[in-house]
Structure formats: structure tokens, C-alpha cells
T-cell receptor, first 117, second 110 residues
Framework: DAGVTQSPTHLIKTRGQHVTLRCSPISGHKSVSWYQQVLGQGPQFIFQYYEKEERGRGNFPDRFSARQFPNYSSELNVNALLLGDSALYLC????????????????FGSGTRLTVV | RKEVEQDPGPFNVPEGATVAFNCTYSNSASQSFFWYRQDCRKEPKLLMSVYSSGNEDGRFTAQLNRASQYISLLIRDSKLSDSATYLCVVNGISFNKFYFGSGTKLNVKP
């Protein structure tokens, strides 16, 4: 079985541009969460989606948006890129049953490394 | 105050040593606790969940102290392959949001 897949793996953008990152969860997982990890820091929660609905949002500006599709894959969009948006963007997949998350946590994809110049 | 705080390290230990990491959390209502391991420029991978009664997985032992709001990870008989950053993870008010510490870096030397 494929794990969580993210694309692209690396990306270089210039300030002010827009970027779309993509994630496919583990087969059978209905929930996708997005995290941002800046170098030297732990991942920071951005969004969680389940059944195409936003279930949670972290402390990120409105330039960040996301959506989930009927096949449970997800996109993270970032507008008007800033230098500070340079980070590893991680997608996490789960069954989203509370008992499952409580016991097993999330499975992460290998991430998209975004560099804004 | 950050939701989860860890000593960043690095912890430099020789092979075979025992090393312990602590992590404190601010939300007393948190219910789920985990340790993740992250290798350089890789994604975090779940090392173990932390249960109220404490739990062990081979050389790794995790403990939870709800009264003092901290969790710990003990690694016995350290191996070179244990060198990584260890992230403490705590859920927020709902299971939809998890908070990560900044990580503790471990270097195991020959």
C-alpha cells in the first residue's frame, strides 16, 4: 500500500507568487491535515479536512487556504508568497476516528520543501 | 507560553548510554501524547504513543505525568542509529489539532 504521497517534493517560487501543494492520503484514510515546519522548529498545524469540510484551522493568515476532494486528496494553496513561507510543508493522514487518532497519531508524507526567493 | 516545550539539546552521548528527554505541555485537558522521530530533512515518523500507565517498546520507555503536565522518553543502550531529533506531540482541545514541540536533537557517538 502506498503511504501518504505529496507533490511536488521541491519547489522554488518568488515573492508574491502563488503555490499549490498536493497530498494523497493513505488508502481508506478520510482525513488530511497540513503542517508547516520551518527549519529548526517543530511542525505547526495549518488545517485539517475531513469529508471535504474544514475541521480545524491553525494560526495562519488568510493567504493560506486548502480544500479536500471527493477522493480525499487535498490541496494547500498559498497566495502572495513571502520569504517567511519557506518551509517544509507536511501532509498527515488519518482515519479520523477519535480513538484511532488517540492511539495511533498521524502518518506523514515526506513533504514539499518550498523555497521562496 | 508555547503549548509544548522541549529542551532543544543537542544531547551528545556515547553508544550504549541511557538518555532521557522531557517535554512539558500547557493544556491540562490534553488526552493524547506521542513521541515522533525525525531524521535530518525527512518527515516525522511515529515512534510511540504515550499511555497514562507508561509504556515500553524495546529500548524505549515513555512516561506521562498528568499532575505536572510532562511526558518523558527514555532510551536505553543507545545505538548510532538513534541519532535524530525527537519531537514531543500533544493533542489540543480536539483531536483535530496536534501541537509539536521544537524537538530535542540526539547525537549518539561511537
Amino acid at each position: 500500500d502506498a503511504g501518504v504521497t505529496q507533490s511536488p517534493t521541491h519547489l522554488i517560487k518568488t515573492r508574491g507568487q502563488h503555490v499549490t501543494l498536493r497530498c494523497s492520503p493513505i488508502s481508506g484514510h478520510k482525513s488530511v491535515s497540513w503542517y508547516q515546519q520551518v527549519l529548526g522548529q517543530g511542525p505547526q498545524f495549518i488545517f485539517q479536512y475531513y469529508e471535504k469540510e474544514e475541521r480545524g484551522r491553525g494560526n495562519f493568515p488568510d493567504r493560506f487556504s486548502a480544500r479536500q476532494f471527493p477522493n480525499y486528496s487535498s490541496e494547500l494553496n498559498v497566495n502572495a508568497l513571502l520569504l517567511g513561507d519557506s518551509a517544509l510543508y507536511l501532509c498527515a493522514s488519518s482515519l479520523d476516528r477519535p480513538s484511532h487518532i488517540a492511539n495511533y497519531g498521524y502518518t506523514f508524507g515526506s513533504g514539499t520543501r518550498l523555497t521562496v526567493v | 507560553r508555547k503549548e509544548v516545550e522541549q529542551d532543544p539539546g543537542p544531547f551528545n552521548v556515547p553508544e550504549g548510554a541511557t538518555v532521557a528527554f522531557n517535554c512539558t505541555y500547557s493544556n491540562s485537558a490534553s488526552q493524547s501524547f506521542f513521541w515522533y522521530r525525525q531524521d535530518c530533512r525527512k518527515e516525522p515518523k511515529l515512534l510511540m504513543s504515550v499511555y497514562s500507565s507508561g509504556n515500553e517498546d524495546g529500548r524505549f520507555t515513555a512516561q506521562l505525568n498528568r499532575a505536572s503536565q510532562y511526558i518523558s522518553l527514555l532510551i536505553r543502550d543507545s545505538k548510532l542509529s538513534d541519532s535524530a531529533t525527537y519531537l514531543c506531540v500533544v493533542n489540543g482541545i480536539s483531536f483535530n489539532k496536534f501541537y509539536f514541540g521544537s524537538g530535542t536533537k540526539l547525537n549518539v557517538k561511537p
